[in-house]
């Protein structure tokens, strides 16, 4: 951490140019991760994009165990339980 506090431009533009996270450590035991901000940003797509694919899987999931219902049954239902006029 301390190569990287004395010279932080340096380390910039080296993590501009790979695109690559650097891992600060204190006494060899790592510490933190500095990471461009665009390859952060396509890190955090990379996990929206995962949780999406998980919740369709766990839908079709849902749906091959008949665990889903019509939408205005479940409406109806949400309406009744929560004394919801018409």
Known sequence: MT???RNPGKFMKHL???KKPLVLTINGKAEAVVQDA???QRLLDIA???DALEG???GIEDIK???MRPAREALEMFRRNHAIPR
Do not use: M, V
Request: overall charge positive; cysteine-free; hydrophobic content about 30%.
């Open 3 to 5: 190569t990287f506090r």
């Open 48 to 50: 929206a994009q995962a």
């Open 16 to 18: 501009k140019k790979t």
């Open 38 to 40: 665009e390859a952060y």
């Open 56 to 58: 369709i899987r766990q």
């Open 65 to 67: 165990k008949g665990r």
